[in-house]
């Protein structure tokens, strides 16, 4: 198949390769940009362990916490102004609130819900686009149950720029998730153990650091061991027990856990606009918008 410019960019802000390699890649799998992904992988050119997806909207996420319920949740706006306004705040604080009581199974449930006498939630934030100016949407959320005997962490950085809510088990020991909380905020796992890792994901990995291996000409006969090697710094990077502990490089998550007498039972870790494109907007002109309104 046509390997386009924007197939060569798109690979290039997943991997950091030059363009080049990364038209090369794309032409050796036909265009295939997983397959393409690896083959940079394999050859030493590509260090990203998994692609980084553009942060682009802006907005806020907010953790509500009320008795044995908790609520993680986005929402999106389009500028940064809008944001950090109260108004906004207020919004997001509200929803929240709804979130906690409704406890609605998704977002499209949410929004067909009365959250005031006679107005849905999606006409309650259409009537704040109308007061505020801006497209506001209501992205994800995720309510969260627990037990007596558990804790909820909550924590958000940067303001609410990142927002995660963790629940410990056999604690209830509320700091103690909350710093399993800031672990996750900073380093950002993709699962709680190894056994989370769907097997694919770990075939699919051992046979690129095989390759990689071999790309090295390290021997068969030792290939197999330094593959086991390199798989344990793999799940050292995407699971959350198996990493340093950010707030003591000494142990792992999994023993700070543990010596509170708990487990950690999940996490939910949102970053405002992951995977969303942004406008292309020039900043003069967006401080210019805000100031002749």
């Known amino acids: 198949m046509a390997i386009t410019a924007s197939m060569v960019k798109e690979l290039r802000e997943k991997t950091g390769a030059g363009m080049m390699d990364c038209k090369k890649a794309l032409t050796e799998t036909d265009g295939d940009m997983e397959k393409a992904v690896d083959y940079l992988r394999e050859k030493g050119i590509a260090k990203a362990q998994k692609k980084a997806d553009r942060v682009a909207a802006e907005g806020l996420t907010s953790v509500e916490v009320d008795g044995n319920k908790a609520v993680i949740l986005e929402i999106n706006a ?8 109260e108004n906004f705040k ?9 979130l906690l009581a409704k406890e609605p199974a998704n977002v499209e449930e949410a929004l067909g819900q009365e959250i005031e006498q006679g107005s ?5 934030i259409n009537d704040q686009i109308a007061k505020i100016g801006e497209k506001i949407s209501l992205r994800r959320f995720t309510v969260l149950t627990k037990d007596d005997d558990a804790a909820f ?17 056999g604690t209830t020991d509320e700091q103690a998730a909350k710093d399993v909380a800031m672990h996750v905020a900073a380093i950002n796992p993709t699962y709680v153990s190894r056994d989370e890792v769907p097997a694919e994901e770990t075939e699919r990995e051992r046979e690129v650091l095989k390759q990689q291996a071999l790309n090295e000409g390290k021997p068969e006969n030792i290939v197999e061991k330094m593959v086991e090697g390199r798989l344990g710094k ?12 950010v707030k003591d ?16 039972k999940t996490f939910i870790r949102y970053e405002v606009g992951e995977g969303l494109e942004k406008r292309e907007d020039n900043f003069a002109e ?8």
Do not use: W
Request: with cysteine; aromatic share 10%; proline share 1%.
């Open 249 to 264: 490089g000494d142990q792992k998550v999994k023993k700070y856990v543990e010596s509170k007498g708990a487990s950690v």
């Open 78 to 85: 389009e500028t940064d102004f809008v944001a950090k306004n």
């Open 120 to 124: 849905t939630l999606e006409s309650y």
């Open 153 to 169: 962490g909550a924590y958000l950085h940067m303001g609410g720029r990142i927002g995660v809510l963790s629940l410990l088990e």
């Open 90 to 98: 207020n919004l997001v604080s509200k929803v929240a609130t709804h």
């Open 234 to 245: 793999f799940f050292e990077q995407v699971c959350l027990l198996e990493q340093p502990f």
């Open 286 to 293: 967006e401080v210019m918008s805000q100031v002749k309104k």
